[in-house]
């Protein structure tokens, strides 16, 4: 594991992070570049940006971690908290609800920081797969030598709404001057936190990253990926480049960078692609049969309607 997190482009920071390559140990605890055997509960990272301006924003993102931490304490990860993918993602959703309605209820008290809100990713990584949690334009992203950058979460924001109605192109989205409206988030009094959550299986060599939008906010994504893949080799060497390039672009915001590699131990890519092309292969010539009997019996249709006709004409 690898990740930074300072004000960078801003005076304050409204960021805030944790990762724990242990999480059957309640100490969050990580050594970058150093691997680990992943345990049965496996291993978390966590991005959070605050909003609300200066002190209200990094008290928004600090209680979202906090409230993470609690629900992911080794003895609340439970065998009917993990018994299932169902019963993980659901987890997931009720402690990010769980954040949302802290940050609420801490604004409420305090009317200095009321209407205080953050953005929130996680990745849990466990077993053979990494669940992923969100709430507003902070994300997830893997990458693998084998196929590249691939997006794990997608953005609550204006801009993707527009992309999503076919209003706008993704090679325009990054140059939108609207791309820092988010239409989800923890601490939004108008609704109840609406995360969204998925389940990727996990290949060797694998690359999660999570990071704010003050990286995403001005490297693309082709820029991400050429970056990961000239630096795979170490995570570090992987998050300095990342941090180097975001100054460079001219950074205006908070910077967080959370990185994990999966060195050994799960599926390897090519494997796998091979194993669907062979699933694929399989069901095509599944289907051959089925195609030839149609042409078949078209044919015999088409004889005995021609062979009808003509016993009409000459009787």
């Known amino acids: ?7 960078a482009g801003r005076s304050n920071n409204e960021d805030n992070f944790q990762l ?7 100490e969050w605890r990580f050594v970058t570049g150093e691997e680990v055997v992943l345990n049965d ?4 990272l966590l991005v959070c940006d605050g909003m609300g301006g200066m002190t209200s924003g990094a008290m928004a993102s600090g ?6 931490k609690e629900w992911f304490a080794a003895d609340r990860l439970t065998a009917d908290v993990m018994v299932s993918q169902a019963s993980i993602m659901q987890y997931i959703e009720q402690a990010i609800i769980a954040a949302d309605y ?5 604004g409420r008290l305090n009317s200095e920081h009321e209407g205080m809100g953050s953005t929130i990713v ?33 953005d609550h924001s204006y801009v993707q709404e527009l992309i999503d109605s076919g209003k706008l192109s993704k090679a325009m989205a990054f140059e939108h001057p609207d791309n ?8 939004d009094n108008r609704q109840t936190a609406q995360p969204d959550l998925d389940c990727f299986s996990l290949y060797n060599g694998d690359i999660i990253m999570l990071c704010s939008d003050g990286l995403s906010g001005v490297l693309r994504d082709e820029e991400i990926e050429s970056l990961l893949d000239a630096n795979s080799g170490s995570l570090e060497q992987s998050r300095n480049a990342l941090w180097t390039a975001s100054e460079q672009a001219g950074w205006t915001d908070n910077v967080t960078i959370a990185l994990c590699k999966i060195e050994s131990g799960a599926g ?36 005995l309607a021609v062979a009808w006709l003509l016993m009409v004409k000459f009787s």
Do not use: H, Q
């Open 1 to 7: 594991m690898a990740a930074r997190c300072d004000a």
């Open 20 to 26: 724990s390559d242990n999480l059957a140990d309640d």
């Open 41 to 44: 509960k496996g291993a978390l």
């Open 63 to 68: 209680l979202a971690v906090e409230t993470i």
């Open 102 to 106: 802290r940050i609420k209820e801490t």
């Open 122 to 154: 996680l990745a849990w990584i466990t077993g053979d797969n990494v669940y992923i949690g969100w709430c507003g334009d902070s994300r997830a992203y893997r990458f693998n030598a084998a196929t590249g950058l691939e997006r794990l979460s997608r």
């Open 180 to 187: 820092n409206i988010i239409t989800r988030s923890l601490g």
């Open 268 to 303: 390897d890519r090519a494997e796998s692609d091979e194993k669907d092309e062979k699933i694929n292969n399989t069901k095509k010539r599944r289907r051959r049969p089925l195609k030839f009997i149609l042409i078949a019996l078209a044919a015999l249709l088409l004889l």
